[in-house]
């Protein structure tokens, strides 16, 4: 019975898996408003039922698909043994993770941000889950270089909010470039060229930025 039971939930765990891929590629396509719950079960092979099933509505599958965007970057993050990076293993984790994005995950990257593009007014189903999202990353950063600024890795003179709001911008907006024409914008050399031109910014050794004091 142990082996019956344990091959349901197997079969069960996939379809969900079949079900949240559906949604990602045709809430990527479409949007999610322009996508209903019958699409997805039918691309997915299931019936709407049973997608209601699994996910209780679509606002339930919409979390679920966010939930497995955070869950794929979580599993490459954490393959980094240093629970806290330095600047350069941080900076070669993006990069990394830019590649992983252009080669495998163009479709998640394509419905967060038309997920946030849905979701910019204040109440909007999504509003409040991508504003603290965007926060904590930007919490994360401020960490990371003000870590870097008080062990001497980094200079002292530039503000660590400052830096993580400017970090988390170009996140964000390379990512619409290279969505809108990835024929012209290269993802991975884009992200390179800018973490390294960042590195050198806040090298404790180079040349001060106009207007502030050398660290």
């Known amino acids: 019975m142990a082996g019956v039971k344990g091959q349901v939930q197997k079969r069960g765990v996939e379809r969900r898996r079949a ?7 045709l809430f990527a396509r479409q949007g999610v408003r322009g996508t209903g719950v019958a699409a ?9 039922s049973a997608l209601i099933h699994h996910f209780g509505s679509k606002d339930g599958l919409v979390r679920a698909v966010l939930e497995e965007a955070d869950r794929r970057a979580l599993e490459r993050l954490e393959a980094t ?3 806290e990076p330095t600047l350069s293993q941080a900076f070669d984790w993006f990069v990394r993770d830019a590649l992983h994005t252009a080669a495998a995950e163009r479709e998640l990257a394509a419905l967060r941000t038309t997920l946030v593009a849905e979701n910019l007014e204040p109440g909007s189903l999504l ?3 991508f504003r603290d999202r965007g926060r904590a ?17 980094a200079r002292a003179d530039l ?3 400052t830096l993580a709001a400017e970090t988390a911008a170009f996140l964000e907006g390379v990512h619409l470039l290279w969505l809108l ?3 012209r914008v290269d993802l991975v050399a884009v992200h390179r060229g800018y973490f390294q031109g960042l590195a050198a910014r806040l090298d404790p050794g180079g040349d001060a930025v106009p207007g502030h004091p050398a660290g």
């Open 181 to 183: 024409d990835p024929d």
């Open 19 to 25: 079900m949240v891929d559906a949604a990602i590629t």
């Open 137 to 153: 990353l930007r919490d994360r950063l401020t960490d990371l270089f003000a870590r870097a600024a008080a062990d001497g890795s």
């Open 40 to 48: 997805v079960a039918e691309r997915a092979g299931v019936t709407p």
């Open 81 to 83: 043994p240093d629970a």
């Open 127 to 129: 509003h409040a889950w």
């Open 159 to 161: 503000d660590p909010a």
